[in-house]
C-alpha cells in the first residue's frame, strides 16, 4: 500500500489540473452517515420504514411529492445549518486549490462542508439544502434556519404562505443537475490532467459516469474504502480510509504543518 500512495504523491505533485469527484465517504468522519455502507442511511431507512421496497425513494422526486415523510425523517442527519467540522479529505482538497492544483471539485454531497472548508471551485452537483422552494406556489423566500428547525425536528416542512409541502433545493433522482455543472464539464474533461474519486460508490448517474467522459491518457486514482466503478478500471487504487490516505499525502507532499 506504501509503495501505490507514494506513486500517488508523486502524480500529485505534478499535475496542474486535478479533477475531484467526492461522495458521502469523505464526510463519514465529520458524524454523517454515507448512504450505502453497513451503518450508512440506507439500512436505517430499511429499519425505520420496512415497507418501502426501495431506500432510494427517499431522494426520488415523484416519491417525495407522494410521501415526504421519509426524506424530512433522516434529513437532519446529513444537514446541519450550523454547519459541520471539515475531514482531511476536505483539507486535502482545499489544499490542492490554495495551491492553484485544483481545476474543480465535483461532490455528490449535499452537506455544504466544502464551503467551510474553503473550497469555492465545487460543483454541488446534486443541489444545496440551504435554499428551498415550495412545491405548491413555488416561493423560495424561506430561511435555511426555519428549514433546520422542520429538518431537526423531523417534520414535513410547510410553506408559510399556502401550506404547501417545502422541497429544499436538492437534485433528487428524477431531476436535472445544475446549470453550472453543464456549463463546466466538457472545457473540465478536455483540461483535466489528473482525476481522483473520493468516498463514493459511483452508483448515482450521471455523476457516477463523469470518469468514462475523461481522455483515456489521463490518469485516475480511486481513494476508497472499497474498489467502485466496475468495470472502469482506475490507474492507481489508493484502497482505505479517505482521512488516513489523505493524511499521508499531504504529509508526504510537505503540505501538513502548513495545512494543520
Ligand atoms: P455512497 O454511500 O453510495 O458511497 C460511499 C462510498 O464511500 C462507499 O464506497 C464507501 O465504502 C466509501 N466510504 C465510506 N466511508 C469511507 C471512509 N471513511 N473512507 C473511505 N471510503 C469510505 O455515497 P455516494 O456515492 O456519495 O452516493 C450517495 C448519495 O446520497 C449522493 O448522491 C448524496 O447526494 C447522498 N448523500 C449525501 C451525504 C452527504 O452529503 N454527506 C450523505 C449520505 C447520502
Known amino acids: 500500500q506504501f509503495s501505490s500512495v507514494n506513486k500517488g504523491v508523486e502524480i500529485i505533485a505534478k499535475a496542474r489540473r486535478i479533477l475531484v469527484l467526492t461522495g458521502a465517504g469523505i464526510s463519514v468522519s465529520c458524524g454523517i452517515p454515507d448512504f450505502r455502507s453497513k451503518d450508512g442511511l440506507y439500512s436505517k431507512v430499511r429499519a425505520r420504514f420496512p415497507e418501502l421496497d426501495d431506500p432510494t425513494l427517499m431522494f426520488d422526486l415523484a416519491y ?21 467540522e471539515p475531514s482531511v479529505s476536505h483539507m486535502f482538497i482545499s489544499q490542492l486549490e490554495a495551491r492553484g492544483q485544483l481545476l474543480r471539485n465535483y461532490t455528490q454531497n449535499i452537506d455544504g462542508i466544502e464551503a467551510q472548508a ?43 404562505h399556502c401550506g404547501g409541502v417545502l422541497k429544499p433545493d436538492l437534485v433528487f433522482f428524477g431531476e436535472p443537475l445544475p446549470d453550472d455543472f453543464d456549463t463546466h464539464i466538457d472545457a473540465d474533461c478536455e483540461q483535466v490532467d489528473l482525476v481522483i474519486v ?30 467502485v466503478g466496475y468495470p472502469h478500471q482506475f490507474d492507481l487504487y489508493l484502497l482505505g480510509e479517505c482521512d488516513d490516505i489523505t493524511h499521508y499525502l499531504l504529509s508526504r507532499l510537505g503540505w501538513l504543518s502548513e495545512e494543520s
Not at 435554499?131 to 408559510?160: M, P, Y
Open 64 to 84: 417525495f411529492k407522494k410521501n415526504p415523510k421519509v426524506f424530512y425523517s433522516f434529513a437532519r442527519e446529513i444537514w446541519d445549518v450550523q454547519g459541520h
Open 118 to 160: 474553503g473550497i469555492s471551485k465545487c460543483i454541488t452537483c446534486h443541489g444545496r439544502f440551504d435554499t428551498t422552494t415550495c412545491q405548491r406556489c413555488h416561493d423560495q423566500t424561506l430561511s435555511g434556519e426555519r428549514l433546520q428547525e422542520f429538518i431537526h425536528e423531523g417534520v414535513v416542512g410547510t410553506c408559510a
Open 198 to 227: 473520493m468516498g463514493s460508490s459511483l452508483k448515482v448517474k450521471p455523476v457516477a459516469g463523469l470518469c468514462g467522459r475523461i481522455p483515456r491518457h489521463v490518469p485516475q486514482i480511486l481513494i476508497n474504502r472499497e474498489v
